[in-house]
């Protein structure tokens, strides 16, 4: 059988154009297209062709590079520096400009505001080619790692352990200076000592500052490296993160907005993700779909007033839990006497309302009388404290069995299995093909920026699969 052998010193003759380096259907093409359309001046960067200083790279040709790269999981500001080099759909997307690492890493720090901004213009372009209708819209959350260590995570606590444990090393290295002999002054025994002392006296006052801070901003805990981020909890175990939300499109699975929040849970996030979604399209969506993790009543309320169909199981539909026997939705309201009917028929009158959880506590005692629980034949069952069975009851109580109701119906059982293969595909996308596990910005600005791109990377994926290179550059000429 022949084989065929590579060559290295044989002549070839490359096109005389950087042009010619890409077909005409090459993806790249696209994302120089899309770029080329983005408003500039809208995303924030400034344009002066007349500024004096050595000349700075084209902002454009940078958006392409961070843009591309993303998009097929360049992030590193030194592989898109190697990337410029070395792939050929690089060197034709910049033009054969080569920017190195601190430029392009210079460059997305100092722009996280216009960043943050491409996926706004980007969605109004899906929109504009009726790739995104706006009728039913998807909220999800994914943790996402920090640019920080967990073990860079100060509480009050950690700090008091700490400033003990240096205070009591302090004395211990002025003791042992103190036993040293004049003679042996600059021996490296105790020019060791003066150094570690140095140090320690530096930590204590960088763990000091935090300790202020904890206290001054009434915070549980801070991350010395990143102070925005929390710690968050995920498959991996528990680490120093941001919750990153994302709000789908129905029609084609379309990314509308994308955030960035520092918020360990969803549970108070569905307004104000759905809120700026709206902010895209002329009217708001018709019908509003999440996970069980949004499910707050007080939150879900907000929208649900806007006339928008919500749809968010609870906690018990989620679980797919029956109600037991002596479980609360056996217990019958009475609006008039405000108080519960249990299904014994006995009443269980208004005790009061708790601050700390934000509900109304009904409680099935007599003032100094025993409890009326104590002479049920049920006592045991369905409580044993020895002051009778409590019902809680929400502020928004009834909004919650409505919306638990609207749930069930054919309509929204219908868009809610919908929810996993929209919502859940672009961070699918994100975190296992472009292989994002952790944010390389730090700061609420820097995440949100980055979000931004992903997001950003994933609609302009999107919009080849459907259009097609040449088609959606024919779309954006118009």
Request: aromatic share 8%.
């Amino acid at each position: 059988m022949a084989y065929r052998y590579g060559e290295r010193h044989q002549m070839n003759l490359f096109p005389q154009s950087v042009e010619d380096y890409v077909s005409a259907d090459d993806p790249v093409r696209a994302y120089d297209g899309i770029v080329e359309a983005l408003d500039f001046k809208e995303l924030g960067i400034e344009w002066d062709e007349g500024q004096v200083g050595n000349p700075e790279y084209d902002p454009k040709a940078m958006i392409k590079l961070l843009t591309y790269g993303y998009s097929y999981g360049i992030r590193s500001s030194r592989k898109l520096e190697r990337a410029v080099y070395h792939n050929i759909s690089f060197i034709w997307l910049m033009g054969s400009l080569k920017p190195d690492h601190k430029t392009i890493a210079r460059f997305r720090k100092n722009n996280k505001g216009a960043l943050k901004n491409i996926l706004k213009q980007c969605a109004r372009m899906c929109i504009k080619l009726g790739l995104i209708e706006g009728n039913t819209l998807f909220v999800d959350g994914s943790k996402i790692r920090a640019a920080a260590s967990i073990n860079n995570t100060w509480s009050e606590e950690k700090c008091a352990r700490y400033l003990n444990k240096i205070e009591e090393r302090i004395v211990s290295i002025l003791r042992e200076s103190e036993t040293i002999d004049d003679k042996e002054q600059e021996q490296e025994s105790l020019v060791k000592l003066k150094k570690e002392l140095g140090d320690k006296e530096a930590l204590k006052t960088k763990i000091q500052e935090i300790l202020k801070e904890l206290k001054s901003e009434d915070k549980k805990s801070i991350n010395s490296t990143d102070h925005e981020c929390v710690k968050v909890k995920g498959r991996q175990g528990t680490h120093s993160g941001y919750n990153g939300q994302i709000v789908v499109d129905e029609k084609h699975g379309l990314i509308v907005n994308s955030d960035v929040v520092n918020e360990s849970t969803d549970r108070k996030q569905f307004t104000n993700q759905i809120n700026q979604a709206n902010q895209m399209f002329d009217k708001p969506c018709s019908n509003a779909c999440a996970d069980a993790g949004y499910a707050s009543t007080s939150d879900l309320k907000q929208i649900d007033e806007r006339k928008i169909t919500v749809i968010v199981p609870s906690q018990n539909q989620a679980n797919g839990k029956e109600p037991g026997k002596f479980d609360k939705e056996h217990f019958a309201y009475d609006k008039q006497k405000d108080c519960y009917i249990c299904p014994e028929g006995q009443e269980i009158p208004y005790s009061h309302f708790s601050t700390k959880k934000q509900h109304v506590a009904y409680r099935s005692y007599r003032f100094k009388d025993a409890s009326i629980c104590f002479a049920c034949r049920f006592y045991g069952a369905c409580t044993d404290s020895k002051r009778g069975r409590t019902v809680t009851r929400l502020p928004d109580e009834e909004t919650k069995l409505k919306l638990e109701k609207q749930y069930k119906t054919d309509q929204c059982q219908a868009i809610y299995k919908l929810r996993k293969q929209k919502v859940e595909l672009p961070f699918g996308h994100i975190k296992r093909n472009l292989g994002v596990n952790a944010f390389l910005l730090r700061g609420l600005e820097g995440v949100r920026a980055e979000m931004s791109l992903l997001s950003t990377c994933f609609n302009i994926s999107r919009m080849i699969t459907l259009l097609g290179v040449r088609s959606l550059l024919a779309e954006l000429s118009y």
